[in-house]
């Protein structure tokens, strides 16, 4: 992180904005004519001093933050007397207030300033994010509400933190999504020192919270094992800090209890969701954008057929499978269990199968439909490269981890076989997936207009063209790929004109490549609303913790699965992206 | 790692070479000179292209090693029974197979090539890390002779392997010593695809063994509580795989043991030096270096004593103590253990104490000595920030924890008072220091004509900075300063002559870095000879091991104090740099 942050700080942003309302600039510009080359110098050398110092203070407030934090996490969960859930939440509090406070400030602060947000980058914070933001944050919200409910059942006998925890993670959430909604695209020009601590203040408070919730949830998980699922008293003695003696004095207790430890995975997917805001917005403070040419890129399926009728098969068949699955195992019955997790292997080997066939069908169109990358610079795309890698890792994990388990017990019987072999094409299936959306995202989008005015300029080049499209096409579409000459003129004149009738026929690799998008998008909607509506097959099939001890288990599984659920939405988002350029 | 990768990619390295050996571009030029502007954008391209896919390839490689590794290492610390030892070293006697085939090929064929190496990076595999790798390959190679001698007595009655392993990891250090010694200022042009992926496998290879050095380590030291070290039969049994009922047919076995165990650090180290090495080596793939004006920056310590004369007297105690330390410990005996505890804890106080006030001055002495920062991409700066912040994470992570166990049990009596202490002092001393060496990387180097040139160009420049010194300066100083003036036009006559007198009269600001980067120097060795020697007081001061379970104290420790130690010698090296360029 770190030393990316070091490259963005030395590749030289533009010294000077053009437009900054700073009449001191102005006028020193005005007077000093003269000494004009002196002045934006040397501006721009402190300017580039300053940003370097404030990303390195700011990085070092995460770090600090940070390993505090997981100095306590480790302290409460392998010390039960000297330092409980309370001290951590107290340390969470401090950092919520510091956060909702900084929040606050900024919103008013850049509402009372008339230019404080001048540039806008139209990468960051896209619908899909945003809206998985508010949507996780009112289930959060729900949450806390069932969680202060709760609480105050136990107010005469536990300490009022545990209520205050709640309370105060509401108004997080509260200001946070709202903060994050409005805010999440700008490129910070004012302030910036503060704003960069700030977002990694929020950075870091997320990340803490995250670690919190999903040690909670891995403490939950180990000390009832999911085979009696009934006895949901015992548990919340731990991870709650230990009020053995103390009893709930209203009776709605077990049910809350219940119900909120259901909503904890959509806390963690918030945290996550915001962390990834909160750094976008820290990598683009004091950026300046250039305005992209914006092509206004439209969604029509009725090009496509094939990918999204096979895709919605998929993924009814999917949903099928998985209401199955849930309903059959929360009745625990031990051999129907067995059953419906080989249904739940059977479906997703088919589904990994087949999406890694068609993704290799797609690098193979790639190689086919030579066309130019993307080049200039564009933080966003980096970082939702990072991502994509990054967040892939969670679900390589887990099937690294159960190839290992299950290839050394010997892989006996059906179940273990089916589970081999959804684990080993899962991972070459995130190989191929994490290729083709790269692949895709560098690849410049398909414009005819840009074509042909590109062609325009330089008549060698549509030469070449032809001729290699005379030998790569079939006969039938020679004459689309050879009109754009004719049509140069005519469209020069009408630039803003209706669309000509070949536009609307698509190549059969634009097609091809959009009915694998379509597809691969589908099957990644299934294959993220089954872990995000909880299948945990990780943890009904039990080879895994038998093999790895329970706790290593839970640990690897509730810290890769939001991770994996993460990739899913990311490739969905990106595959669109795909879909749309391609 | 990842989304670093990709900005390197986007932020575009220059297209074609311009003397890149390759006859068909030139042909190609010659021939299609009316052309070239299609055919050299083209070719960027493509190169673009094919980079795109090879760091994308070799990073799901490495992904892909380095989980099965977590995995497989997982499964050997947690099952006895099913994954032992011996598959681990299977699994790593393939990557050093694979490994050191790889390099061998690319030694030959670079040697064999003429012009396969046309660029250097200057900064890449400075002297001290290619000093430290032949030092610590030095210590790995011993190492696995006592470990082959030692197998040896087992060979009747356990697995072949456990030979295999060590005399092919002893192949693989001589080797990659070999190879990094020779390549690792390469710059590659051919054989890009080939080399990144070779370079990542080389990457993967090393954290693997550093991965299972460290947990092989945690578990020797998990099941030997660190009070009784004479048995030292009794660790063997888990540490290597579970021969109980086998025993050693020569008599040096028990020797054998415990002096490889003692070697253990300094593989460790090795491997993380080779990783780093191997990685700047991966960034460095395709780019085309600009021949940078290399000021040749002259070590002169006549200039400063206060600084090295307090430094060395800070290390002759420091070893002084540390010997004390040692010898004490190693009796066993309990109350003097305290003794020399508190008396390493108070050098160690006094050490850290006097560093952060140093380099709190120095901070200081930057914001009066206002100098431009070094503009221009430079990747080995950007990674040496990135590891010198990833580094100090080591030593955070300890300090924290020592911090909250301390503060927890509630800090009664002067040794943990003490412990306390050290760990916020060293906190405090760890950000200050990151930031006093970042700051001094970034400024411009002083140069007398360097600066005389800039003057000279800009009368405006001269009159303010002269105003600013009359106003700044105290009056003795400003002739110094008034002189670059009136020797300009002396020093473009003879520009490589004589150094003009008033050269060698550093200003004060100048002299007062001086003295203070050489203070951090000598004490940043003393508090990296101490821990790379043997100086555990995590262990011998049992308030971490209470308080945290031991498994998982010793994890902590074993993982961050490697880290702690690179932190310490890359500062050494990085202050000698400050203090060249201050």
Redesign the interface.
């Known amino acids: 992180m770190?030393?990316?942050a070091?490259?963005?700080v030395?590749?030289?942003y533009i010294s000077p904005p053009p437009t900054l309302p700073s009449t001191r600039c102005s006028v020193q510009a005005g007077s000093m004519r003269?000494?004009s080359?002196?002045l934006s110098t040397s501006r721009g050398?402190v300017r580039?001093?300053g940003r370097?110092?404030s990303w390195?203070?700011s990085?070092?407030i995460t770090?600090?933050v940070l390993?505090?934090g997981?100095?306590?996490v480790?302290?409460s969960v392998?010390?039960n007397v000297?330092?409980n859930t309370i001290?951590l939440q107290i340390f969470l509090i401090v950092l919520l207030i510091l956060t909702t406070a900084w929040m606050l400030y900024y919103t008013i602060y850049t509402s009372r300033e008339d230019h404080a947000v001048l540039y806008k980058d139209s990468h960051a914070g896209p619908v899909w994010l945003r809206g998985g933001l508010v949507l996780f944050g009112l289930c959060s919200l729900i949450m806390d509400v069932f969680k202060i409910a709760n609480y105050v059942g136990y107010l005469h006998c536990d300490s009022a933190v545990k209520i205050v925890f709640p309370v105060l993670q509401a108004v997080f959430i509260l200001v946070q999504t709202y903060f994050l909604w409005l805010h999440a695209k700008d490129c910070v020009q004012l302030q910036r020192n503060i704003t960069r601590c700030g977002l990694m203040l929020t950075l870091s408070t997320n990340l803490m919270l995250w670690m919190a919730a999903v040690t909670e949830e891995s403490l939950h998980q180990t000390v009832v094992p999911p085979e009696d699922g009934n006895s949901t008293h015992s548990y919340d003695i731990r991870a709650s800090g230990g009020y053995s003696s103390c009893n709930c004095s209203h009776s709605a207790c077990a049910v809350l209890e219940k119900a909120y430890y259901y909503l904890y995975p959509f806390n963690i997917e918030y945290s996550l969701f915001a962390s990834a805001m909160a750094y976008v917005m820290w990598k683009n403070v004091g950026r300046l954008v250039d305005e992209h040419n914006h092509h206004s890129l439209h969604f029509r399926l009725k090009d496509v057929l094939v990918g999204p009728a096979v895709g919605l098969v998929m993924l009814v068949a999917g949903l099928g499978t998985f209401v199955i699955y849930e309903v059959d195992v929360e009745k625990g019955d031990l051999g129907k269990r067995d059953t419906v997790l080989m249904i739940h292997y059977v479906m997703n080997t088919v589904a990994v199968t087949l999406m890694s066939v068609s993704t290799v069908a797609g690098c193979a169109i790639y190689r086919l439909d030579q066309r130019?990358?993307v080049?200039?610079?564009?933080?966003t795309?980096?970082?939702d490269?990072?991502?994509l890698?990054?967040a892939?890792?969670g679900q390589?994990?887990i099937c690294?981890?159960t190839?290992?388990?299950v290839v050394?017990?010997g892989a006996e019987g059906h179940l273990n076989a089916l589970n081999l072999a959804v684990s080993l094409l899962t991972?070459i299936q995130l190989?191929l997936q994490?290729?083709f959306i790269?692949?895709g995202l560098?690849r410049e989008p398909f414009h005819e207009d840009m074509h042909q005015a590109s062609v325009f300029t330089?008549p060698?080049?549509l030469q070449?063209q032809a001729h290699r499209d005379i030998h790569n096409l079939p006969g039938t579409f020679m004459e689309t790929k050879m009109s754009p000459a004719l049509t140069v003129h005519s469209m020069h004149v009408a630039p803003s004109g209706s669309p000509l009738p070949q536009r609307h026929r698509l190549t059969w690799k634009r097609r091809a490549l959009k009915e694998i998008c379509a597809f691969l998008l589908l099957c990644n909607i299934l294959l993220w609303i089954m872990p995000a509506f909880g299948a945990r097959p990780q943890f009904d099939n039990t080879i895994g913790a038998e093999?790895?001890?329970f706790t290593?288990w839970a640990a690897?599984v509730n810290i890769g699965l939001p991770f994996g659920i993460f990739y899913r939405m990311h490739s969905v988002a990106s595959l669109f992206e795909v879909f749309l350029t391609s």
Chains 1, 2 share one sequence.
Not at 375 to 379: D, F, L, R, T, V
């Open positions: 770190t030393s990316e070091e490259m963005e030395e590749e030289g003269r000494g080359d002196v050398t580039e001093r370097n110092r390195l203070l990085s070092i770090v600090n390993i505090l997981i100095a306590l480790s302290g392998f010390n000297k330092i001290n130019d990358h080049s200039g610079k564009n933080p795309r980096s970082l490269v990072g991502l890698i990054g892939s890792i390589f994990t690294y981890f190839i290992v388990a050394a017990t991972v190989c994490n290729i790269i692949e560098h330089n060698y080049v070449a093999f790895y001890e290593m690897v």
